[in-house]
């Protein structure tokens, strides 16, 4: 199969299994390059553009599904949206951003294995500096890293019982899209390198993200396709750490 192809459908699968839990799929993205041995460096601002119209999708269905709420939200972006411009203005060397890249993908490996909190019996009122705190370290990383931060805001809602999984996916979508357009807006994008085969990739992973956003927002599980992003994942993980 011709490797653009496969990095098209690889794409795909991402998109889908990253919006039907209400993330854009950045952190998915990158490792899939990373595999193949393309800079993931260069094609960060494609990345974060692709994560905005993923996460978007995801999070017109789970709005429409009534899981969206404002109160629980409007923290983390607050403090989340600077700190995201400010961390994309960060360059980091190669094998350091490899290295932290690398880690930050143990998140998604968690919690499509199904070890991602549980949701609770009853919910707290959402602290306001503790959600602003969060919002200002998750936004950094995203800027720094070039991702939407999701990954890491969904585990941190659900842990703190301040919301369902449903819910956090909803916040976790605005967040993921308004914190990869302050990214982009850190980096001044430049996308005259694209050519039709960027076009093609571009469009396979919102085909997917589209599907995972409709099928995500109601009850749904796919326990097949998430172990096989468990596999790309880890391989993208160690590839990015160790070499």
Do not use: C
């Not at 969060?134 to 019982?161: D, E, K, Q």
């Amino acid at each position: 199969m011709n490797i653009d192809i496969f990095i098209a459908l690889s794409l795909l699968l991402v998109g889908f299994l990253y919006a039907s839990v209400g993330h854009g799929g950045a952190s998915g993205y990158l490792a899939v390059l990373s595999i193949f041995g393309i800079p993931v460096t260069v094609y960060s601002p494609f990345i974060l553009l692709l994560n905005i119209v993923v996460a978007s999708l995801s999070f017109s269905q789970y709005y429409k599904k009534g899981y969206f709420i404002w109160k629980l939200t409007w923290p983390f972006l607050l403090t989340s949206i600077p700190f995201a411009f400010l961390g994309a203005q960060i360059y980091l060397q190669k094998e350091y951003y490899n290295l932290l890249l690398g880690l930050a993908l143990w998140f998604p490996i968690v919690k499509l294995l199904g070890f991602a909190p549980i949701n609770k019996q009853s919910y707290h009122r959402v602290n306001l500096v503790y959600a602003l705190t969060f919002g200002a370290v998750i936004g950094f990383l995203s800027g720094l890293l070039n991702i939407g931060g999701g990954i890491f805001l969904s585990p941190v809602i659900i842990l703190m019982a301040w919301a369902d999984s449903k819910q956090a996916a909803t916040s976790a979508a605005l967040f993921i899209v308004l914190n990869s357009l302050a990214g982009l807006a850190g980096k001044i994008p430049n996308f005259s390198f694209l050519t039709y085969t960027h076009y093609i990739w571009f469009t396979a992973a919102i085909i997917g993200g589209a599907a995972g956003a409709v099928l995500g927002s109601h009850k749904f599980a796919i326990n097949t396709v998430r172990y096989l992003l468990v596999v790309v994942l880890s391989i993208a993980s160690f590839k990015l750490v160790f070499f």
